[in-house]
């Protein structure tokens, strides 16, 4: 039996497999130059024909099921893209291991597997979801308290909250403002106008509790009010290969900003809740300007999240290029606050009885002590 395979196919193949094309090339296929075709069993014994097939057939097997396969797809891109591996000491190849005999076409092991691959993570920036039905991230690790904003300003002198669309704003007694910042998804491009009308003599608190993030660009535009002159505020790495560590080096951050409150004391709030790009502010606000940081850790998200779509359709968002502060301190973990004051199950059981909420009145008080 004589099988004819194409010259041009044989010398395709990677090695191992084509070291013995190399060895023969010359004498066997080129001898008869009439012939630009041979028989395998000239040049192959059909040993190595049969391995070269088993090999092939099995890359092209492994391909196809990666690329159909909704677990396995997100676990190759987690694995080329995804930052934080080193850093949270998560074992990758482990979690492949639990997900590969699952079966994706049952929904309910379809969720189990990406839970298994996201959970470990603590990161809130990796997700999986088919629309408002279907959303998988990392739990969170505390408990989220609910509070009577206005109820608790009062106690400070504020008669109302003012709602400027995207920001909350309260005169307090002893010439302090307090402002709530919901979000950074939007423009505030008349911020310092806002609060042109209040007395803030002795101090703002700027409220970042519960505030998820943004775009970063929106954070740095607020950020530039408090920013003197132009400052390094962040380093920034790249990802430029598909190993867990493979990043450009550090590149600087830098801002321009004009301080339209220079000599004003300034005290941010801060809880788990604070994610993100608010998460950055909090740490660019800490470490280039003189404001203080009051409350709990920052819930962290230091790195930019990157969107896709899974072979079954739904979406996922992966973390990118990881932030660090002017210190060069990884920003994935948080930032943790200057004055410390825990807002958990005891403070707020205490707080249903007295209604003094611990780190706003932290806050005040901080205030009005250095006004003295």
Known sequence: MQLLIPVSWLLSLKKPYN???????????????????????SIFPMKYLLTIFIFVSTISCVKVEVEENPLLFFWEEMDKKYVYFEEKKVDWDSIKIEIQFLVPNIEEELITGFEKMIYPLNDRHVSVNLGE??????????????????????RYGAKEIIDFDRIDCAQLDNRIVYIRLYSFKYYIPDFYSILKPYNYDNGLILDIRNNAGGKESVMLDLAANFITGKQT??????????????????????MEGINRFSGIDIVIITDYWTYSSANLFASLMQNCTSAILVGNNTGGGGANPTDGILPN????????????????????????????????????????KTQIHPQLEFAYHLLVNNEN
């Not at 190399?22 to 069993?41: M, P, Q, Y």
């Not at 973990?333 to 205490?350: C, M, S």
Request: net charge negative; with cysteine; charged share 25%.
């Open 19 to 41: 070291f013995y094309i190399e060895k023969n090339i010359e004498e066997a296929l080129f001898s008869n130059k009439k012939n630009r075709v041979s028989s395998c069993s």
């Open 133 to 154: 039905d279907i959303y998988i991230t990392s739990p969170s690790k505390e408990k989220y308290f609910h509070y009577n904003l206005l109820a608790d300003l009062s």
């Open 233 to 254: 505020v962040f380093y920034k790495k790249n990802k430029n290969g598909y190993g867990h560590n493979d990043f450009t080096d550090y590149k600087a951050i830098e």
């Open 313 to 352: 359709g739904w979406n996922y968002s992966i973390s990118q290029n990881p932030y660090f502060d002017s210190n060069h301190k990884s920003l994935e973990l948080g930032v943790e606050p200057d004055y410390k004051i825990a807002f958990g199950e005891e403070e707020y059981q205490k707080y249903t």
